[in-house]
């Protein structure tokens, strides 16, 4: 017996380091995410996102949005063979709010416990999801994408605190004769966008301090998705009822709050495979291990019938068809007299960025991750402020125009909002067109020769003309015209431009 019983303690031993080993490397993993994909949302100089932009383009939402099959199929696979390993090792929002369920642990230990599904609401935040989709609602996809939620905080929160440490060393480099940084100009791009960032970061972080994974298991849509999947996987935590005592360790740590211990019973569907509960269990009672296709017990709900199958299917259903169906400014010039800022001119029609397509193609694809308005170098990039479409990125002219020789947006768009192009794209695609105004041009205000617009245009698409007072105003060829506002940009004329670009609902070749 005392031989039986020793040999039991050794495999219990064992057992407990295997699991200690899947938990660091979970942790070690998800580390190792975090730190791949945050920087694509703060580093300038494209360097990061040459070699990880595909961190971006693995989220489930961009590749779903994107028809990326093999993205989308990796990744059902992976929650096929390991759970939802994806929420807690891919997903950066997943693995922000486990660093706040850590630091909440840290002030009270054992504080979780065991609650029913929420299975209608779970389906319903998926529903909205895909009628939002269909409808091309993109300000509610935006909101639920999770993916998305952490660029913008990202972008608007911690990218200014980026940039001010990057001019720092700039400034120290520069009186050491040192060239290896270099200062760049920052502007908050829209306090909508740092409002919702602020909010969504303060709610999530709340949630997850007090209660763990309650969003990811609650309001994701991608959650809800992939936890349909994970009830099948082939690889699950499972609970040995003979060595279980009932200590409640497991359910009381478990950030899912999915273990009931009273059944001896775990919600896969819910469960991130984070490996926390088979850590604390000091009796071997639960190990990480070949199930084979048994599935877990399906959740239920107050009626205690099984609906999540059927919501799941007609919501897949929804989701497949609206896939388908969507398939500081500057104050100085040249440091000595002091400028007004320019206004943003009335236009009729929103700018899309060059690959966009067109505006519809952008609405349908864009989740308002802010990945391109933080890659654009020349500030061209802005999230728009209307309810429809709040958040998604248009060009505006009054800091930069859209140089012919970069491509960033379309380089690091992981939805296919704004498709892949390459320069000579670029310099046949037509956007928009320039517009002139009369009243605002300075040699009919001042009295003076200009030609500043003619001068920058890339495409020749604009020529001055000769007046009958002797002075040359600008006429535009809308035909050669591609809409990229370096015209706007360097108007002198001030508050508006004499000359600004009015956008393309479709956009062109020519």
């Not at 908050?188 to 919702?196: C, I, K, M, P």
């Not at 140089?403 to 928009?432: F, L």
């Not at 040699?443 to 604009?462: K, M, Q, S, Y």
Request: net charge positive; with cysteine.
């Amino acid at each position: 017996m005392a031989l039986n019983d020793k040999s039991d303690s050794q495999n219990n031993i064992k057992k407990g380091n295997t699991n200690k080993r899947l938990k660091i490397l979970r942790r070690l993993l998800a580390i190792i995410s975090i730190f791949l994909i945050t920087p694509l949302f703060l580093d300038f100089t494209g360097t990061w996102q040459t070699y990880f932009g595909w961190m971006a383009k693995i989220q489930f939402l961009p590749a779903l949005l994107s028809l990326n099959i093999l993205a989308l199929s990796a990744l059902i696979i992976l929650t096929l063979l390991l759970g939802r390993l994806y929420c807690s090792v891919i997903c950066p929002l997943g693995i922000m709010q486990d660093g706040f369920g850590w630091l909440g642990r840290k002030a009270k230990k054992n504080r979780y416990s065991y609650s029913k599904p929420l299975t209608i609401l779970r389906y319903s935040f998926l529903l909205i999801m895909a009628i939002a989709i269909i409808a091309g609602i993109s300000s509610m996809v935006v909101i639920l994408a999770p993916y998305s939620a952490y660029g913008r905080i990202v972008s608007s929160m911690l990218k200014p605190a980026w940039i001010w440490g990057n001019n720092i060393l700039a400034s120290w480099a520069e009186q050491h004769q040192s060239y290896a940084f270099y200062t760049v100009e920052y502007w908050q791009n829209g306090y909508g966008v740092l409002t919702v960032a602020s909010v969504t970061l303060i709610i999530l972080a709340i949630l997850a301090w007090r209660n763990g994974r309650t969003y990811c298991n609650t309001i994701c849509p991608v959650g809800t998705v992939l936890g349909f999947f994970s009830r099948f996987a082939l690889f699950r935590v499972v609970i040995d009822k003979s060595k279980c005592v009932d200590c409640k360790l497991c359910s009381r740590n478990c950030k899912s709050s999915c273990i009931d211990i009273s059944r001896h019973e775990i919600d896969h569907s819910r469960c991130v495979a984070c490996f926390d509960c088979i850590g604390k269990c000091n009796k071997g009672a639960l190990s990480f291990k070949y199930v084979g296709v048994k599935h877990a017990p399906a959740a239920e709900d107050k009626d205690g019938i099984d609906n999540s199958r059927r919501q799941f299917l007609s919501t897949v259903a929804i989701a497949g068809t609206a896939t388908a169906l969507s398939a500081a400014d500057k104050t100085v010039d040249g440091g000595l007299a002091a400028i007004e800022d320019k206004k943003i001119p009335e236009r009729k029609t929103r700018i899309a960025p060059p690959g966009a397509i067109s505006l519809r193609n952008l609405h349908k694809h864009c989740t308002a991750c802010q990945l391109c308005v933080s890659a654009c170098p020349n500030g061209v990039l802005r999230p728009m402020t209307d309810l429809e479409n709040f958040m998604q990125p248009e060009s505006s002219y009054e800091r930069g125009y859209c140089r012919p020789e970069c491509t960033r947006c379309s380089d690091v768009c992981p939805t296919g909002a704004i498709r892949p192009i390459d320069t000579a794209d670029k310099s046949s695609i037509q956007i928009g067109h320039a517009v002139w105004i009369k009243d605002n041009c300075v040699p009919l205000t001042d009295g003076v020769e200009c030609g500043n617009c003619a001068r920058h245009c890339p495409t020749g698409a604009i020529s001055m003309v000769e007046t009958e007072t002797g002075l040359k105003i600008p006429a535009v060829n809308t035909e050669r015209c591609i809409g990229c506002g370096a015209c706007e940009n360097l108007c002198p004329a001030r508050p508006f431009s004499a000359i600004y670009v009015e956008g393309h609902e479709n956009h062109r070749t020519i």
